[in-house]
């Protein structure tokens, strides 16, 4: 086609195009934007040896139907001690060095701004002696 044809054809089909990308965007807002009623996070309870020094965590958004969506790395995750767990973007909480007991609170926001909270306790736990 030349130029002026690809003009041409621009200024016929313009409103078409126009409501057909208006239309596409407010379907994908619709479909992206899921409105979660609250956030699970797995595992529920946590008793940690110190010897494993890791656990990962997994947070589900679950809408009003009660479908499940894997947030986890959509939230903002939080140690309510970092002394004694750190926690990265990912999920995954990782006992500070030299730790051999304590208790913290792990949580998660969604969206990052805390629109919605979950937290579990986690429990360092010494290994039995032999």
Known sequence: MKKKQ????????????????VM????????????FVSIKLYPEH?????????????????NAQGVSTNITEQVGWESSNEGIVTIDASGLATVTA???????KISCSYPKSSKLNAGVHMLLLKPPVK
């Open 6 to 21: 690809i003009a041409q054809w621009y200024k016929k089909n313009i409103t078409a195009v126009f409501v057909l990308v």
């Open 24 to 35: 596409f965007l407010s379907m994908a807002g619709s479909c992206l934007a899921d409105e």
């Open 46 to 62: 946590v008793g940690v040896f110190t010897t494993v020094m890791k656990q990962q965590f997994v947070a589900f958004g679950v």
């Open 98 to 104: 030299g730790q051999t007991s304590g208790q913290v």
